[in-house]
């Protein structure tokens, strides 16, 4: 649950959580399907520095996401959506431009048919969240099936921390 929280956290934009930077090790976890790697406790984790600054690429793509170095420009503040990294329709076959932190090298910009839409650094780990573009393959604009997202954290070292899909904690039919 601790995770679950923090990523609500995270995608709130309120500032890195406490439980996140301290969980204690004995924290309540989320039970994790067979497959997926649970997200270790910050006790539980192995101490390692983080790998030097590798040059970015000027421009790297993921289906439809484009992400330049330096960023071309933040995300807008205020739009429609609640918080979004990503400049353009959230549909399969639209371009879309990144607008979000500079994104590591380490950082996929994909993930199946799910595109990087948020990027946080919590100390020296990433947390990003991956989401289904309209049409891609979970989700449909007009449909009552809910977008599959997953949730990765990355240590600066390089080294992929946690995965965790939410697609299950959204198995419900979207209704209006």
Known sequence: ????????????????????????VDAPRI???HGEKPVPTVAERPERDCAPEQARPPRREANDLVVESPVRSPAPVGSSRLRTHVHGPLSRGTQRFWGGLDVPVYVPLGSGTKELFLLDRVGDEYVALYRDPYGA???????SKNCDFEVRVFHCSGDTIGVLSLARFFRDPITS
């Open 31 to 33: 039970e994790v399907p």
């Open 137 to 143: 393959s979970s989700c449909d604009l007009r449909g």
């Open 1 to 24: 649950m601790r995770l679950l929280c923090a990523v609500f956290v995270t995608l709130a934009a309120c500032g890195p959580s406490p439980e996140l930077v301290s969980a204690p």
